[in-house]
């Protein structure tokens, strides 16, 4: 019983290890196992049967006939894999999958029937090297389709890995298997063993399917549908150079790989003349690949590709081949055909494989798995026959030796490392199209509008009765102009709709081939000002030489309403022409609504004269009037104030500057401000900078400064505001931050000067530091008073209150930090993974947190990595509070300290709870540090600062 207790124990750790140290979660570990044995089972399979077939080949047919062997691969694969994929789409996949298995098994049997009664030998040793071939191809994207099932996307990121090297494994096991065991019991006896792994893997897919897959088929061939009706992958390819670069390097890849197999082989049938010790010997040295495969991949991948690149790593193969070929050149015996191989195989499935998957990256997802497929079976198939025809020609036709094909080697590598230079570019290249596109991923793609079809189906659209599709129609042909539009514009001109109606303005503005001006003129007396307007626009644009004339009429007209719709067109219209004003008298007809204005009663009629009024002023610019636009920029209603405000931005004149920065303090102006400020571009940079950097201007002023300067979006904003980032007022700072997130969100192609952007990091991680010590300070303080046994020694109602407020503040500052944070590292990184990693740390649940940390941890560079992955992943101890006490240089202080080194946080709500404790603690020592805040801008710290020196029977 003991020992049964230990061996669970033992298992128990082992499978406690396997998690910890492969992130195998609750759920996970049944399912990941059984899919490392079926890639596990099918490797070795195949690096039996590999062998097996070649040495059987060699040995019968000699290392000339490999060359129509790759031929005949090519053809029959192809074939195969067409038919193949077509089952696939029309079947379902786990009874597809068990067929091939068991096909598989029957297959393996007869070739050993026919082998070993020795029926048919040549037509069956040809038959069988061709299926092994097909096997390797079908087998593993049988496997991989099932992983894609069974995994979800995220599952997939952490466990492929594990899974995949149960591939590398199952090489090693079913290579040094073939050595021991061929000379032992023959070549062909091997299959019965394949014929069990494969009958042990038929068992897995069924498991596997009934566990975890439900509902697959319906939406398998939903799928199915929808790849039918993409577009030719060949096509595809074309129409991408990046993936006919690719193609070309996979392709080359492959070509140059067979007649490195050629080589390889003729070299070792010359020397090895025993059929089942040849077998062995290829089992031997492919087992040996995958070893040296496995250890390069451990050890020499990840920094080769993450310190040199993605660029540097796809010569890392060829190079190597190319010393091999050098060698065989010089002298083609056993041990330098074992070096060309060994240099392919190892470099190819680890440098050079995580290389070529990387340069799919930046390739769109709803593309990409069609390209790959297509680029990895097709092309692959097509290459080998293409390196079966060189060898055939050169062999056959040109009497070339073994060290011969060492040259065509060397042609081809040429080729590949020119093509691999190229690639790099275009890689770069793409992903900078790629971020381009996310600036414009809002816009949709707009339909051939000059295509007869679509003009049908939106005109039918427009004749309908649903608002939303008619509004997205007018806005879809406002590029074009179509006659057989004409009649829909008219009916819908008086529709119920005021989007619909200014809508149908803008669109027939531009047709001067057609006259709207009787159905526009039914427009002036809208209720909506707006569309007063656009219709009196309207018939002046069209109203040829006469439109003076035409403009006067309405400006004269009866109605106050297009009276008032007619001034402010002219004004508009007149802006840049005195000689235009002068005629339609502008100035005159302001200056006469405003002196009217005290005449009116009725208060309706009062401010939308007042608002109109403030509107025609900006509008057309005329000095004379500004004196008017002051008097409605101090009116008592914030409706005209805010007209006037933005009037003012119109004008662009510097005598309205200080009014706009003053009412960027009120709420209901604000965002007028903002806008009328933004009006004056770039040379109002430098007013708002003074004001921003001055701590005695409103607060609001400043908190809405970075905002406008943001708005300009020009490579001065950003400059400018960086410089801001060491502002002391946190909450300032703050919204300066968040200006820069949205230039760098808007604007990519504005440059962000990161130095200033670490440093300010690094700072900001300090000062959460700093205040997270505090917290788990007072928290610690809060404690040990409320367990005290001496009553001396308890806290007061009114100082654990204060305590407690002051735990609050600062949890809400760490947040707040926090945010900060992040949002600098959305200056130093893609803004939109900083996001959702930032979301995702914010997260309750512990999955979305764990998987934003590793997420988090492969995105930072090492230096910001060492400040940011432990404040994210480790809770509040002190363990962690000291390390990153130290790193910063500070030692853990007591609670008077600490409290001191808040009062110079310049966060005047963290000011406040710090002094309504030092009140409530009645200490001596701290007298010296609040006379400061007496004088604060901040009343509600004054407050507490006097209420503090009250505490302590001061006088102010």
Known sequence: ?????????????????????????????????????????????LLIIKPVSISLFLSEFGARQLPFAYIMVAIFAAVVVTVYSRLLKQGNLQHTIIQTLKFSIVSLFVVWFFLYLHLAQNFVLYVFYIWVAIFAVISTSQFWILANIIFNAREAKRLFGIIGSGAIAGGIFGGYLTNWLAPVISSENLLFICMGFIAVCMQIVRFLWKANIRDYDSRYYQHAAVQRTIENPLKIIQSSRHLTLLACIVGIGVLVARLVDYQFSAISARMIYSEDQLTAFFGFWLSNLNI???????????????????????????????LGAFFILLNPVLWTAVLIKVIDGSLKNSINKAGIELLALPIPVEIKNQAKSFIDVFVDSLATGVGGFLLVLFIMAFSFSTRQISFLIILFLGAWIFLATRIRKEYIHSFRLKVEAQKNQQEKEIPDL??????????????????????????????????????????????PSREIRIEVLCNIYYYRQEDFTAEIESLLYDSDPDIRLEAIHYIFQHAGEDRINVMLGYLDHESDRIRSAALLCAAKESRNNRQMQIKLAIKQRVEKNLKKLPTLSEPGFLSADKINSAKVIGASSIPELYPYLHILLNDPLP???????????????????????????????????QSALVNFGPEIIDILN?????????LQIRLSIPKIIASLRIQQSVDELIQNLELQDVSVRYEVIK???????????????????????????????????????????????RTAKHIKEVDSDEIRSARLDLIKALEKRLDQNLERIFRLLGLRYPPEDIYNIYLGIRSSKPDARINAIEFLDNLLDTSLKKLIIPIVETSLVDDLINKMLERFGLKPSSEFDYLVNLLSSQDSYLQQKVLYLIAQLKDER????????????????????RLALSNLDLSI
């Open 1 to 45: 019983m003991d020992i049964f207790q230990k061996t669970d124990s033992i298992l128990s750790l082992s499978e406690q290890f396997v998690k910890r140290a492969f992130d195998v979660r609750v759920g996970e570990g049944k399912r990941t196992s059984l899919m490392f044995l079926y890639i596990f089972l099918i490797i070795s399979t």
């Open 690 to 698: 003074v004001h921003l950097n001055n701590p005695y201007v409103n």
């Open 292 to 322: 040296a495969s496995l250890f390069i991949q451990l050890l020499v991948t990840r920094k080769v590709v993450g310190v040199f690149g993605v660029g540097v790593s796809l010569f890392f193969l060829p190079v190597g081949i190319f």
């Open 739 to 785: 200006a820069l997130n949205q230039l760098k969100q808007n604007n990519p192609l504005l440059k962000f000067e990161v130095s200033n952007i670490v440093k300010r990091i690094y700072d900001e991680v300090k000062d959460y530091v700093n205040t997270m010590a505090v917290l788990q300070s007072q928290l610690q303080t809060r404690k040990k008073k």
């Open 639 to 673: 409706e005209v104030r805010k007209a006037a405000i933005l009037s003012a931005g119109e004008t662009r004149h510097n005598e309205f500057i200080p009014i706009l920065i003053r009412s960027l303090r009120a709420r209901e102006t604000r965002q007028a401000a």
């Open 450 to 495: 000059e295509n007869e079809s679509v003009i049908g189906g939106l005109t039918k659209v427009l004749n309908g009765t649903n608002e939303k599709q008619i509004l997205q129609a007018l806005r879809m042909v406002k590029e074009i102009q179509n006659p057989k539009l004409v009649p829909c514009f008219k009916k819908l001109i008086d529709h």
């Open 926 to 945: 701290y007298i010296s540090f609040i006379g400061a805040f007496i004088s604060s801008p901040d009343s509600r710290v004054r407050k507490m600062a």
